[in-house]
T-cell receptor, first 112, second 110 residues
Framework: DTGVSQNPRHKITKRGQNVTFRCDPI?????LYWYRQTLGQGPEFLTY????????KSRLLSDRFSAERPKGSFSTLEIQRTEQGDSAMYLC??????????FGPGTRLTVT | SQKIEQNSEALNIQEGKTATLTCNYT??????LQWYRQDPGRGPVFLLL?????KEKRKERLKVTFDTTLKQSLFHITASQPADSATYLC?????????FGKGTRLSVIA
């Protein structure tokens, strides 16, 4: 499968715990994006990388959130001290530049 | 502030009819407008991209129009089938990464 993959697909955690998600983009794609989606809403942009450089972060991305893309390959999104409001689907997408984005299946986070 | 509106949360149509979904935007000058399909519990899947200097684009049973004066895009599915039932998202791209609308949930009834 040469699409975007995300792990884990589901994560249940208790409030206050830290969680980390992984995204493996399509190998030749230099751009990687993270989005958050809640029920009944469209995906909301969180941050994106051009190769290993993090070029833009949304105001939605509080200081509890951090993302990395070492060596410009896979990316991780960490949420520290999770809150119930962090419960959402976290989507990763990749692309070769502007235009079409290829989305992964998402990681559904439930904070209890 | 930038705003994207998709005309309705849900749209029900009879199989074989044409479904028309609307995407309106304000305070935005997108270079591209894209349409995605999303099935429950899955990531969005790209359908079509239309540039600001294009009026219309077609792909099989899909047609998209883009009117930058009206700040509106229309998305049509002709000869609709129950398998077309999904949520359809419009997304704008300009100097920032994609900004998505809330989506319209389409149900095609056999």
């Amino acid at each position: 499968d040469t699409g975007v993959s995300q792990n884990p697909r589901h994560k249940i955690t208790k409030r206050g715990q830290n969680v980390t998600f992984r995204c493996d983009p399509i190998s030749e794609h230099n751009r990687l994006y993270w989005y958050r989606q809640t029920l009944g809403q469209g995906p909301e942009f969180l941050t994106y990388f051009q190769n290993e450089a993090q070029l833009e972060k949304s105001r939605l991305l509080s200081d509890r959130f951090s993302a990395e893309r070492p060596k410009g390959s896979f990316s991780t999104l960490e949420i520290q001290r999770t809150e119930q409001g962090d419960s959402a689907m976290y989507l990763c997408a990749s692309s070769t530049g502007t235009g079409r984005e290829y989305f992964g299946p998402g990681t559904r986070l439930t904070v209890t | 502030s930038q705003k994207i509106e998709q005309n309705s949360e849900a749209l029900n149509i009879q199989e074989g009819k044409t479904a028309t979904l609307t995407c309106n935007y304000t305070n935005y000058s997108p270079a591209y407008l894209q349409w995605y399909r999303q099935d429950p519990g899955r990531g969005p899947v790209f359908l079509l991209l239309i540039r600001e200097n294009e009026k219309e684009k077609r792909k099989e049973r899909l047609k998209v129009t883009f009117d930058t004066t009206l700040k509106q895009s229309l998305f049509h599915i002709t000869a609709s089938q129950p398998a077309d039932s999904a949520t359809y998202l419009c997304a704008l791209e300009g100097n920032t990464p994609l900004v998505f609308g809330k989506g319209t949930r389409l149900s095609v009834i056999a």
